[in-house]
């Protein structure tokens, strides 16, 4: 009688935590489509990018298909994000608390900077940009659309959130991303030496941005509880981002973090004094 239910407490500790792996081989299956827009990626990008065995990718994204979240492209053959999440997202249709805290901030380092501001937010092993503002100055460096989706390390916005995090932690997911650096010519050394010098800084630079020529500048920003959750970015033509600039900016996009910080925590305390005794 222990026996059996010792076996049965045993196959119950296993099943909860097989389920799991299984939703979390989907999801990490799903960034990789979510990076690849509209154009969709091929299955042997998502195999190379998950680490996960041909068939078990080939599964889980038949699966996914079928339910509505995923399909794939009749001409191309590649997999993308299908109509189902899009109609999953209308059930929280109000902005996130980032979102509107950071709005008065952009609008404000948008006009004073003058060059292309990107605001990118920590999903996972991933920087997802969800706003972006463009400057007055006559050459505006559009690297990066709204909704697009890069592994943490491979932009400046991805080194300011690493270098905000405990050390383990960013090397931990500059390890889970290594096979992911290949497709933006980089690598965990590269991606761990620029963290380094971000902590050093205060701030995230990239002399060499995500289009040749350019020049980009993150400074991150944190929760109430002290995690990084997002990145404010400059980009602009390198001759734009000399030295002494390239403090000014800094300095800019730093005050507007904190005060984007201040007001997270302004409305996070108003949330709590709403709740109910």
């Known amino acids: 009688m222990d026996k059996r239910r010792s076996a049965k407490s045993a196959r119950s500790a296993v099943e909860p935590r097989q389920g799991a792996q299984a939703i979390r081989r989907a999801l990490a299956v799903l960034r990789i489509l979510a990076a690849g827009r509209e154009e969709g990626v091929p299955l042997a990008e998502v195999i190379r990018a998950t680490g996960l065995t041909r068939p078990t990718v080939h599964r889980i994204v038949h699966v996914l298909i079928e339910e509505g979240i995923v399909e794939r492209h009749g001409k191309s053959g590649r997999y993308a994000i299908g109509n189902q999440v899009p109609e999953l997202a209308l059930a929280r249709p109000r902005p996130s ?29 991933d920087t997802l940009c969800v706003d972006r503002r463009i400057g007055v100055y006559p050459i505006q460096v ?13 932009s400046s916005a991805g080194v300011a959130i690493l270098a905000a995090m405990p ?9 889970a991303n290594e096979k992911r650096f290949e497709a933006y010519r980089t690598d ?77 925590g302004a409305e996070a305390r108003t949330a709590l004094l709403r709740l109910p005794p």
């Open 142 to 154: 559009l690297s990066i659309e709204v909704g697009a989706r890069r592994p943490l390390g491979v």
């Open 188 to 264: 965990v050394a590269t991606v761990l030496g620029e963290v380094t010098a971000a902590r050093r800084l205060g701030y995230g630079m990239r002399e060499i941005g995500l289009v040749q020529g350019t020049k980009s500048i993150s400074t991150w920003i944190k929760t109430p509880d002290g995690q990084p959750a997002a990145a404010m970015t400059v980009s602009a033509v390198r001759t734009r981002l000399g030295p002494r600039r390239e403090h000014e900016v800094a300095e800019i996009l730093l005050r507007e973090a904190r005060i984007i910080e201040q007001a997270i």
């Open 97 to 125: 608390r980032l979102l509107v805290a950071a709005n008065p901030s952009l609008q404000r380092a948008s006009a004073e900077i003058g060059d292309t501001l990107f605001l990118t937010v920590r999903t996972g092993n």
């Open 167 to 175: 050390a383990q932690e960013a090397r931990k997911i500059v390890a």
